[in-house]
């Protein structure tokens, strides 16, 4: 039987319960207590264990989507003692078999998200493997100890600083997508354009390639360590040697990863959780043995003098172009904190009605940053003081943690002190491809939705697992793109020595992502968010059901208006110094030439930003149908004459996370006589280009109510 819902379950028809609340209603396991009558039952409706079973389909039953709605029973189903649902009882003739529940037929549902699994899925993406290598990186490209450390101290202040802007617009429309809600709701025009750039990114860079290979080098290290002949401390483990044999492991283990969360999404909420838990530890017994074994022990056997204390003024040559070198040590140690706008991808998921989401995504988000900072902090400080300098910078190839570790724990077993550090690293590496595969998934999924790029059908389709209530299981289609562009990119790129390959492939992303961070905070800077609230909301039809786009919100945390400057100010600086140098040319540390120039990285990334603009004026230009779905109204009969009251009433309610851009695009085969039928084609185009449609179609609601 297909997993696919359009396959699993046909069109069906009838009344249905809300499969949304957006009131004060709790998004827990259905319950007789949660289930309420819809507003409008042809576009709400629940799935139950009778849903599944064919029913004669009806017309009109498809959501805007693309997805089947599923009738609900006329009666509210009760539940069973396996947790399932009972299908109200079939009458009009039908047989009582079909009135048998088997609980194996009911799909399992996806639990909603605690603040505790935002914090994890945050914690997750910034803690990979980066901070167990990146520290020596970051000290040998800016030659001294201070100045190294004052970049993460930076970093964590750029880390708090793009998570409140993201809490501002996750706050204001708490939707799976992340950014691209974000921007096509501060941006709206020109229409899509700003949409359809981010998604041909985020399709074609957004990727788990690092963490990937990461854990394919690190496994190698925990099953085939060979020490180095040399005085203790020195050990550099061999792993695997075997290039395609790496490739192998990276791409078994993004596949295995997204075969989890394609069929059992709660036990991949689980292992996510597990796993931030773990490297968190982790970080912090690095500290604390470095703390109270490596210094005591170094101070001990030194007498009294510490070989990282005396070095702090100490200076290293970085290469020829200095300036440069820094950027990309500020480039680095923002990918490691990059991560902070993880959970907001799956705002929808979490728990309780709009108030609680957003005291979720608060909650989670502030302590998954205050963790990562204080553990990337600690680490680096405790590591400057263990460590000289010298020994740090010729460690800069995934060894300078097994050197901690060595000093720090006071091993006598270089082996296992190696494989227990390859198993923490491992594991970290697996952590990050957990969560952000359960995200990325989603996003892809809200892209494909939106038909912005190729192949959008087989991108935005779900299963029957992990069905959540707005009808849609795991995103199975943003899965599987998710994991071929990873195997993809893995078997593509030359494995060049030190991995300046994938390293090339992790500054595109962060590159992009620099971009991104820079236009949401131009969207603070000038309270996009607040002034496209108000013109969004539609008045009674919101307010009645208590939705999220009201006339109430407003700023979560940059209340003040200096806040906001302050902090978007602060973004878009650090991206304008990372956008203008980081093309210029430049060397290795070693003062050897690097076989892809850094001029690659913004071109690439540019080249990619412009595909996608192409791409979504082809759409605009094109398409057959486009209009914006949102709540529309109808005069009332016989009540006109009612002085002070508009005789309108609903007459399709649209819930504010389903209001988008819906379009027909033709097929290239019908394209010429599409356009041929049109009178004012380049009049049209210039229409809908500069059409801000959610805003005109909400005026519209306001004035009719």
Same mark, same amino acid.
Request: include cysteine.
């Given at each position: ?74 009666? &509210? ?244 172009? &200095? ?91 270089e082996i296992a002190t190696a494989r227990g550090v390859a198993a923490v690293v491992m594991f970290s590496a697996l952590g990050n491809l957990v969560g952000v595969i359960y995200t990325n998934g989603r996003v892809k999924r809200e892209i494909g939705l939106r038909k912005l790029v190729p192949f959008s059908s087989y991108i ?33 790129? &030359? ?211």
């Amino acid at each position: 039987m297909s997993t696919e819902l359009s396959s699993l379950r046909p069109p069906l028809g009838g009344t249905g319960y809300s499969s949304r609340h957006s009131g004060t209603e709790s998004d827990d396991a259905i319950t007789q207590n949660n289930l309420r009558p819809s507003v409008n039952s042809r576009e709400h409706s629940v799935t139950t264990a009778s849903s599944i079973a064919p029913v004669p389909s009806q017309e009109g039953t498809q959501s805007h989507y693309g997805f089947p709605r599923v009738a609900a029973p006329t009666e &509210p189903p009760t539940l069973a003692p396996h947790g399932g649902v009972i299908p109200a009882p079939v009458t009009n003739g039908q047989s009582a078999s079909n009135r048998v529940f088997n609980p194996l037929n009911v799909p399992k549902r996806q639990r909603p998200l605690e603040w505790y699994d935002i914090a994890a899925l945050i914690i997750n993406k910034q803690i990979g493997t980066g901070i167990f290598v990146l520290p020596a990186i970051v000290l040998s490209l800016v030659g001294n100890k201070p100045a190294a450390l004052m970049l993460w101290v930076l970093g964590s202040f750029y880390s708090y600083a793009s998570l409140f802007v993201y809490l501002e617009f996750g706050t204001a429309w708490p939707f799976n997508g992340g950014e691209l809600v974000y921007i096509s709701k501060a941006f709206p025009r020109p229409s899509l354009i700003p949409s359809s750039a981010f998604s041909w990114f985020f399709i074609c860079i957004s990727s788990s390639v690092g963490n990937a290979i990461s854990f394919s080098r690190y496994i190698g290290f925990l099953f085939a360590p060979s020490p180095k002949e040399g005085s203790k401390g020195a050990f550099a483990p061999r792993g695997i040697q075997n290039e395609w044999l790496i490739k192998l492991v990276a791409c078994s283990v993004t596949i295995f990863v997204c075969a989890v969360h394609y069929r059992l999404v709660n036990i991949g909420i689980v292992a996510n959780n597990l796993l931030a838990f773990v490297k968190v530890l982790a970080l912090f017994l690095f500290f604390t043995a470095g703390l109270f074994g490596g210094l005591i022990h170094t101070s001990a056997e030194y007498g009294k003098t510490i070989p990282g204390a005396h070095d702090w003024l100490a200076h290293r040559e970085t290469g020829t172009r &200095p300036a440069f070198n820094i950027a990309l040590a500020i480039l680095l140690v923002l990918y490691s904190y990059q991560g902070w706008e993880n959970a907001n991808y799956v705002t929808e998921e979490i728990r309780g009605d709009v108030e609680s989401k957003r005291w979720h995504l608060k909650v989670g988000g502030i302590v998954a940053v205050t963790v990562v900072s204080a553990c990337y902090i600690l680490i680096n400080l405790i590591l400057f003081f263990v460590l000289d300098i010298d020994t740090i910078i010729n460690n800069t190839n995934f060894t300078i943690m097994f050197n901690l570790a060595f000093r720090s724990f006071n091993s006598k077993n270089e082996i296992a002190t190696a494989r227990g550090v390859a198993a923490v690293v491992m594991f970290s590496a697996l952590g990050n491809l957990v969560g952000v595969i359960y995200t990325n998934g989603r996003v892809k999924r809200e892209i494909g939705l939106r038909k912005l790029v190729p192949f959008s059908s087989y991108i935005s389709r779900s299963t029957e697992f992990g069905i959540l209530r707005d009808e849609r299981g795991t995103p199975s289609g943003g899965l599987v793109i998710h994991a071929l562009v990873t195997c993809a990119i893995v078997l593509s790129v &030359p494995y060049l020595p030190g991995l300046e390959g994938y390293s090339f492939i992790i500054n595109l992303y962060t590159y992009g992502q620099v971009i991104v961070n820079a236009v949401l905070a131009v969207g603070i800077f000038f309270d996009l968010p607040l002034r496209y609230m108000g013109q969004y909301q539609t008045a009674r039809a919101d307010t009645q059901r208590g939705a999220i786009t009201d006339a109430e919100w407003n700023f979560q945390f940059l209340k003040w208006k200096w806040s906001r400057l302050v902090c978007s100010s602060f973004v878009i600086a650090a991206a304008i110094y990372i956008l203008v140098i980081t093309p210029l040319p430049s060397s290795n540390t070693d003062g050897t030439s690097r076989k892809i120039l850094s001029q690659w990285i913004p071109t690439v990334v540019l080249t990619v930003f412009a595909i996608g603009i192409v791409s979504g004026l082809y759409v605009v230009w094109t398409a057959s149908s486009m209009t914006f779905r949102n709540t529309t109204v109808r005069p009332a009969q016989g009540r006109q004459g009612q002085a002070g009251y508009k005789a309108a009433e609903i007459a399709d309610y649209v819930e504010p996370k389903d209001r988008v851009w819906v379009l027909e695009i033709p097929k290239v085969k019908e394209l010429y006589s599409s356009l041929s039928q049109r009178s004012n084609t380049w009049e049209v185009f210039k229409q809908r280009l500069w059409d801000s449609g959610e805003a005109r179609t909400a005026r519209a609601v306001r004035e009719g109510l």
